[in-house]
């Protein structure tokens, strides 16, 4: 039997070699060796390779991930997410399948709600409502810009008011909400210099707050060029004006009517007002990496901590200091601040790459799934290893009640958090959450209060005298309305705010959903596991499957595979059936006892 199995692998090896080399030979005029390889379309944000840039309104946000695609979210009244519609999207959105975005910028938010963004190729694109060059000022999808393929950024700030800069180190300014016959309609080119290297443009600043409509002459520019030096303009037609001489800076930004800005020595000064104003330090200490400005500035202090400016009133005057945030000391880079009447909202990057947001979340723009403002971060991408809050899953029939755990993995040990848990109420009824329901028998004094029903929500304060360690926090109870339909789900969504340890630091936890899932009285059995390379379905994987995906790949006649067979004809892996299955599936029936390690089929495979 030995013999045999022996000879059967050898004419394995023989046949498999033989229809590869006819296979090659036979795609050879059809194969490209030049073209690179499409990338496969993706609609997961959380599936992408990385966050490049954000840039938020504080009403909508939008972000280019590292392979170059473009997703939004947010308010979508004016269209300005660029999908096509203006329904209001709570968690990113892909728009449109290239992968070739650069930059993208979302406009404030009083005025105007349009979004700019730049192609890798130089081209310049808008959507939303202020789009220049449109007899209505709208566009629901990315609309090119004019011509010119020289353009590598760009600033959007009030009523639409742009700036960018081309390749060549040229300033240009515009604005679209004025009349189509206006001089300022269409980018006009600052000055006769080269050398500007960086522009933020934000919203009216040093105007009466009792003064409106406001005069659109007063728009904040902010540029650094590249000497270093900084420069503000704001009147229309604009004129820019050197300030804070006899320092070199690095980095100015501002998406209201506050500037904020670093110098060399890491020093961090606000910009007030959109004129001559000087420079105003902000801090004593030279420890700053990062700020952006909104509502308020944000700041990334060398030890990885995050701050924020604190306005206190005495008097008739104002004045500003900067206070720490409690959220831990591992951040790296600030990505974005929106400004909006309600308060900001902030995107942060931690060291390890995930991306977090904090702030005003009334339109969603924060993208984590909710209209629910959050004083603490929340995870917007990434894999964080971190404490999750989870809810629990389960199946159950219409009539039942079930019981959801809530937990806490990798739990520090906390004293007090508030909680929020939404839930469908179209499929479920809950139980009364009652003290006892979130108290958990912990043997010390743990206080539940402020518990509270309304429609689709239920709030609760928890709090301990000492920190409660340990994964499972809770529980809560579900009634699966009668009248359920089988097969649909229902979401639980919990949210914590103030997770906090004894000594009232702060804990920055995920959230995980949970789904309660309606079944009729009959389970199924679970479908048998797929067994990867067995092209035509004989529960084997030999030489025949081979034979059959050469037929496949080479276009037989009669010969295409569907279903199963076409699932597990995908052996490398990759999302699609081609030359590299047919490839590896030889690999694999070619391998000396066809349980190589190293060649996997399926899963695994790459």
Same mark, same amino acid.
């Given at each position: 039997?030995?013999?045999?199995?022996?000879?059967?692998?050898?004419?394995?090896?023989?046949?498999?070699?033989?229809?590869?080399?006819?296979?090659?030979?036979?795609?050879?005029?059809?194969?490209?060796?030049?073209?690179?390889?499409?990338?496969?379309?993706?609609?997961?944000?959380?599936?992408?390779?990385?966050?490049?840039?954000?840039?938020?309104?504080?009403?909508?946000?939008?972000?280019?991930? #590292?392979?170059?695609?473009?997703?939004?979210?947010?308010?979508?009244?004016?269209?300005?997410?660029?999908?096509?519609?203006?329904?209001?999207?709570?968690?990113?959105?892909?728009?449109?399948?290239?992968?070739?975005?650069?930059?993208?910028?979302?406009?404030?938010?009083?005025?105007?709600?349009?979004?700019?963004?730049?192609?890798?190729?130089?081209?310049?694109?808008?959507?939303?409502?202020?789009?220049?060059?449109?007899?209505?000022?709208?566009?629901?999808?990315?609309?090119?810009?004019?011509?010119?393929?020289?353009?590598?950024?760009?600033?959007?700030?009030?009523?639409?008011?742009?700036?960018?800069?081309?390749?060549?180190?040229?300033?240009?300014?515009?604005?679209?909400?004025?009349?189509?016959?206006?001089?300022?309609?269409?980018?006009?080119?600052?000055?006769?210099?080269?050398?500007?290297?960086?522009?933020?443009?934000?919203?009216?600043?040093?105007?009466?707050?009792?003064?409106?409509?406001?005069?659109?002459?007063?728009?904040?520019?902010?540029?650094?060029?590249?000497?270093?030096?900084?420069?503000?303009?704001?009147?229309?037609?604009?004129?820019? #004006?050197?300030?804070?001489?006899?320092?070199?800076?690095?980095?100015?930004?501002?998406?209201?009517?506050?500037?904020?800005?670093?110098?060399?020595?890491?020093?961090?000064?606000?910009?007030?007002?959109?004129?001559?104003?000087?420079?105003?330090?902000?801090?004593?200490?030279?420890?700053?990496?990062?700020?952006?400005?909104?509502?308020?500035?944000?700041?990334?202090?060398?030890?990885?901590?995050?701050?924020?400016?604190?306005?206190?009133?005495?008097?008739?005057?104002?004045?500003?200091?900067?206070?720490?945030?409690?959220?831990?000391?591992?951040?790296?880079?600030?990505?974005?601040?929106?400004?909006?009447?309600?308060?900001?909202? #902030?995107?942060?990057?931690?060291?390890?790459?995930?991306?977090?947001?904090?702030?005003?979340?009334?339109?969603?723009?924060?993208?984590?799934?909710?209209?629910?403002?959050?004083?603490?971060?929340?995870?917007?991408?990434?894999?964080?290893?971190?404490?999750?809050?989870?809810?629990?899953?389960?199946?159950?029939?219409?009539?039942?009640?079930?019981?959801?755990?809530?937990?806490?993995?990798?739990?520090?040990?906390?004293?007090?958090?508030?909680?929020?848990?939404?839930?469908?109420?179209?499929?479920?009824?809950?139980?009364?959450?009652?003290?006892?329901?979130?108290?958990?028998?912990?043997?010390?004094?743990?206080?539940?209060?402020?518990?509270?029903?309304?429609?689709?929500?239920?709030?609760?304060?928890?709090?301990?005298?000492?920190?409660?360690?340990?994964?499972?926090?809770?529980?809560?109870?579900? #009634?699966?309305?009668?009248?359920?339909?089988?097969?649909?789900?229902?979401?639980?969504?919990?949210?914590?705010?103030?997770?906090?340890?004894?000594?009232?630091?702060?804990?920055?936890?995920?959230?995980?959903?949970?789904?309660?899932?309606?079944?009729?009285?009959?389970?199924?059995?679970?479908?048998?596991?797929?067994?990867?390379?067995?092209?035509?379905?004989?529960?084997?994987?030999?030489?025949?499957?081979?034979?059959?995906?050469?037929?496949?790949?080479?276009?037989?006649?009669?010969?295409?595979?569907?279903?199963?067979?076409?699932?597990?004809?995908?052996?490398?892996?990759?999302?699609?059936?081609?030359?590299?299955?047919?490839?590896?599936?030889?690999?694999?029936?070619?391998?000396?006892?066809?349980?190589?390690?190293?060649?996997?089929?399926?899963?695994?495979?790459?």
């Amino acid at each position: 039997m030995k013999e045999n199995r022996r000879f059967y692998l050898i004419g394995q090896k023989l046949l498999a070699g033989v229809v590869i080399i006819s296979m090659l030979v036979a795609l050879l005029p059809s194969i490209n060796l030049q073209a690179d390889t499409p990338q496969p379309v993706r609609t997961d944000w959380h599936a992408g390779p990385g966050v490049y840039q954000i840039s938020t309104s504080g009403n909508h946000t939008v972000a280019i991930q #590292t392979d170059g695609s473009l997703w939004a979210w947010g308010e979508n009244r004016d269209g300005q997410l660029g999908d096509g519609t203006t329904i209001s999207r709570y968690n990113p959105m892909r728009i449109g399948m290239d992968y070739d975005w650069m930059y993208v910028v979302a406009g404030v938010s009083y005025g105007s709600s349009a979004t700019y963004a730049i192609r890798t190729d130089g081209s310049l694109w808008v959507w939303g409502w202020g789009v220049p060059d449109t007899p209505s000022g709208y566009a629901f999808v990315p609309t090119r810009f004019g011509t010119d393929y020289d353009w590598v950024s760009v600033s959007l700030g009030t009523s639409a008011a742009a700036a960018a800069i081309k390749k060549d180190g040229s300033l240009w300014t515009w604005m679209w909400a004025m009349a189509p016959w206006s001089p300022y309609h269409a980018p006009t080119r600052y000055g006769e210099d080269y050398d500007w290297a960086s522009v933020s443009t934000g919203n009216w600043g040093g105007i009466p707050s009792n003064q409106w409509p406001r005069p659109l002459r007063y728009i904040n520019h902010r540029a650094i060029r590249a000497d270093d030096s900084l420069w503000v303009g704001g009147r229309l037609p604009v004129a820019f #004006t050197n300030i804070g001489e006899g320092n070199q800076w690095l980095s100015t930004h501002g998406n209201g009517g506050l500037g904020i800005a670093i110098d060399s020595n890491g020093g961090l000064w606000r910009i007030n007002g959109f004129a001559s104003n000087e420079p105003i330090r902000h801090s004593e200490d030279y420890h700053w990496l990062d700020a952006v400005a909104g509502t308020r500035a944000v700041a990334l202090s060398d030890d990885g901590r995050l701050w924020m400016d604190v306005w206190t009133s005495t008097g008739s005057s104002v004045a500003t200091e900067i206070m720490p945030l409690d959220f831990g000391n591992d951040w790296e880079r600030l990505l974005a601040a929106g400004h909006t009447a309600q308060w900001q909202n #902030t995107f942060a990057m931690k060291a390890d790459g995930t991306v977090w947001a904090f702030g005003a979340n009334r339109h969603g723009s924060l993208g984590d799934g909710t209209t629910i403002s959050r004083q603490t971060p929340v995870l917007i991408w990434g894999q964080y290893t971190g404490p999750t809050l989870a809810a629990g899953s389960t199946s159950t029939q219409p009539g039942n009640t079930v019981r959801i755990p809530v937990s806490l993995n990798n739990n520090p040990g906390i004293a007090g958090f508030n909680i929020t848990i939404n839930y469908d109420n179209n499929i479920l009824t809950p139980a009364p959450l009652n003290d006892g329901d979130i108290r958990r028998d912990l043997g010390g004094s743990v206080f539940v209060s402020n518990i509270n029903h309304s429609n689709g929500a239920i709030t609760a304060v928890w709090a301990s005298s000492y920190e409660v360690e340990g994964e499972y926090l809770f529980y809560i109870y579900f #009634t699966v309305n009668q009248d359920a339909s089988i097969s649909t789900q229902a979401t639980i969504t919990i949210t914590i705010d103030e997770l906090k340890r004894l000594n009232h630091d702060n804990v920055i936890a995920a959230t995980r959903s949970g789904v309660i899932s309606v079944v009729d009285g009959y389970t199924p059995p679970p479908p048998p596991p797929l067994l990867w390379g067995d092209v035509n379905q004989d529960g084997y994987v030999d030489i025949f499957d081979l034979i059959r995906l050469a037929q496949h790949i080479s276009g037989t006649p009669g010969m295409a595979l569907t279903g199963v067979g076409l699932q597990v004809a995908d052996v490398f892996y990759d999302g699609a059936v081609n030359l590299s299955d047919l490839i590896h599936l030889a690999q694999y029936l070619a391998s000396e006892d066809m349980n190589n390690p190293d060649v996997v089929l399926g899963p695994g495979s790459r």
